[in-house]
Antibody, heavy 122, light 113 residues
């Protein structure tokens, strides 16, 4: 059974870069899936950040697109999130997830990591 | 963006009774080419990530108890919990995956009366 685990710094300075990794175990990141990032905060609720397919194709939230990059690292079996120019509004619990099998694009997240809290503060 | 509006914000239901949660999308989420409805429901308990309950508006995810059911079409959708159990206390969210960005509803908190 596939499991996901987020990791990364819990504190990022304003205007800095948020960088998170999601390690996938019990399955291959090269399988026919979409791999997704979602964040959750009291003020913004659940917010979809974007997704990456095993082929490397990506879909991003237009509101974040200029600041977001999602990438795959096949040898390490993980995928990553980079968010630049962060502000306090980016403070949230960040989740990685695996999408639904067989979905062509824009996949509902099915298997979720436990989440990692990132605070943007000086 | 498609706006997903849930109602009510919270509800209290007696054990064994029915809970009904509504979700309205600002535009249709029916994917015409395969007639699938790109609407999912999630349950989130405190300290846990959301868990997928229902996809394609009415298909129960594997392992989800059959007291959970989804219905609806077009822009109006419903999650029904029949015979509410204590372990069903949670916040429930709808999600549209019809178009980018995917958008969630604001959540409905279900408690025991």
């Amino acid at each position: 059974q596939v499991q996901l685990q987020e990791s990364g710094p819990g504190l990022v300075k304003p205007s800095g870069t948020l960088s998170l990794t999601c390690v996938v175990s019990g399955g291959s990141i090269s399988s026919n899936n979409w791999w997704t990032w979602v964040r959750q905060s009291p003020g913004r609720g659940l917010e979809w950040i974007g997704e990456i397919h095993h082929t490397g194709n990506t879909n991003y939230n237009p509101s974040l697109k200029s600041r977001v990059t999602i990438s795959l690292d096949r040898p390490k079996n993980h995928f990553s999130l980079i968010l630049t120019s962060v502000t306090a509004a980016d403070t949230a619990l960040y989740y990685c997830a695996r999408g639904m099998l067989g979905v062509v694009a824009l996949s509902p997240p099915v298997v979720w990591g436990q989440g990692t809290l990132v605070t943007v503060s000086s | 963006d498609i706006v997903m509006t849930q109602s009510p914000d919270s509800l209290a239901v007696s054990l064994g009774e029915r809970a009904t949660i509504n979700c309205k999308s600002s535009q249709s989420v029916l994917y015409k080419s395969d007639n699938m409805i790109d609407l999912s429901w999630y349950q989130q308990k405190p300290g846990q990530p959301p868990q997928l309950l229902i996809y394609w508006a009415s298909t129960r995810e594997s392992g989800v108890p059959d007291r959970f059911s989804g219905s609806g079409s077009g822009t109006d959708f419903t999650l029904t919990i029949n015979s509410l159990q204590a372990e069903d206390v949670a916040v429930y969210y709808c999600l549209q995956s019809y178009t980018t960005p995917l958008t969630f509803g604001g959540g409905t908190k279900v408690e025991i009366k």
